[in-house]
């Protein structure tokens, strides 16, 4: 009798196991309808992609959801995957959606792991509680530390001015930047704000020319930059420009002045390590484009730690934070706050038809 209930309770452990491997979930939040349904449906199709085509977890399936990047969708999404019983997110294109689907999956515990959106939303930042949210994308953080290590061995002996479009992006980047170059004994020649938008900049590389600046970092956007290197052309001034990573922005065609610089993570199709994902991408009939290659890498961390879970102790986000994930993206790590802890920001140059990382 007793080997029998023994027996029976093996069994029932097996088929408990069985159960719980059958039931991995990974949901999938990204605006499949409206405007913005192209890049949520990159969103989808890279982290689909990236389940179906690992052969070795096929007990795991995907749950999408439209979240129509607004507030209202962003909580019938979240509401829509707790009854779908997921155990981690992926996805998020837009802050509102994340925003109002925090509360809702927080109070479950259950972590997202977010490619595209940088910045913490309000709901976290007005809260002690750490919502179990992991960035992908570098925060502006990043951004600000990478760009000015990059300018500090740039400038060493170099006389450069620092100017923004006046946005709290612009001007946010440009102050942390000047920040840390002073902090490494550099200072511009000349900082200013400009008025964006303008057809000609030459008012202010005029400026940036009597303070003898013969480079500058632009804090603004790419028809901004193409303008005022217009304007040096026009002026017949030498002028180095360089912008952050919104010039990768699409613009008209021959916009930006062959040899404008960037300071921008590589774009991740040119990565060795996407190569695999890159081929599954389009095996399965879509373009490795936008945010598929970066939702591909999501999801391959949300898989390793599912199975990390299996076997380890502690939640999924205890171990999101202490675990390193090998992806398309590269090794990724995450630090208490849910921030990517890497080194990849490079500087670029424009040919006159695209950017290319600068030789060092």
């Keep these: 009798m007793t080997l029998l209930i023994r027996a029976t309770t093996i069994a029932l452990g097996l088929l408990f196991c069985s159960v719980a491997h059958a039931d991995d979930k990974i949901g999938i939040i990204a605006p499949t309808s409206g405007a913005f349904s192209r890049l949520g449906n990159q969103l989808v199709d890279g982290a689909a992609i990236a389940v179906s085509s690992d052969k070795s977890r096929q007990e795991t399936s995907v749950v999408t959801a439209d979240d129509s990047c607004t507030a209202d969708g962003g909580a019938a999404a979240a509401r829509q995957l707790l009854q779908s019983d997921v155990l981690i997110v992926v996805g998020f294109l837009c802050t509102e959606s994340l925003e109002a689907a925090l509360p809702i999956l927080g109070q479950k515990g259950i972590a997202i792991i977010t490619p595209a959106i940088r910045s913490q939303t309000l709901t976290e930042l007005r809260t002690d509680q750490r919502y179990p949210v992991f960035r992908l994308a570098p925060s502006s953080r990043n951004e600000v530390n990478e760009t000015s290590a990059i300018l500090a061995e740039l400038w060493r002996s170099a006389s450069f001015a620092i100017v ?53 970092f632009i804090g603004g956007e790419r028809d901004d930059v193409a303008a005022i290197g217009r304007s040096a052309t026009a002026l017949n001034y030498p002028l180095t420009i360089i912008g952050s990573q919104a010039l990768n922005a699409l613009g008209r065609e021959n916009d930006l002045a062959a040899g404008t610089l960037m300071i921008a993570p590589r774009p991740v199709q040119t990565l060795e390590s996407a190569r695999n994902a890159r081929n599954a991408i389009e095996l ?77």
């Design 164 to 216: 923004d479009d006046g946005t709290i992006f612009g001007r946010e980047l440009t102050s942390g930047i000047r920040m840390r170059l002073e902090e490494k004994g550099l200072k511009p020649v000349f900082s200013d704000t400009y008025r964006p938008r303008l057809d000609n900049q030459n008012a202010l590389v005029g400026r940036l020319k009597r303070a003898g600046a013969a480079q500058v």
């Design 284 to 360: 399965a009939g879509k373009v490795p484009e936008g945010y598929t290659i970066a939702s591909y890498a999501a999801a391959e961390v949300a898989l390793d730690v599912l199975d990390a879970a299996r076997s380890q102790a502690g939640s999924i986000s205890e171990l999101l934070r202490k675990t390193t994930f090998d992806t398309a993206l590269g090794p990724v790590q995450f630090d208490a706050a849910g921030e990517r802890i890497a080194d990849t920001y490079r500087l670029q140059k424009f040919d006159g038809k695209q950017f290319y990382p600068e030789a060092n």
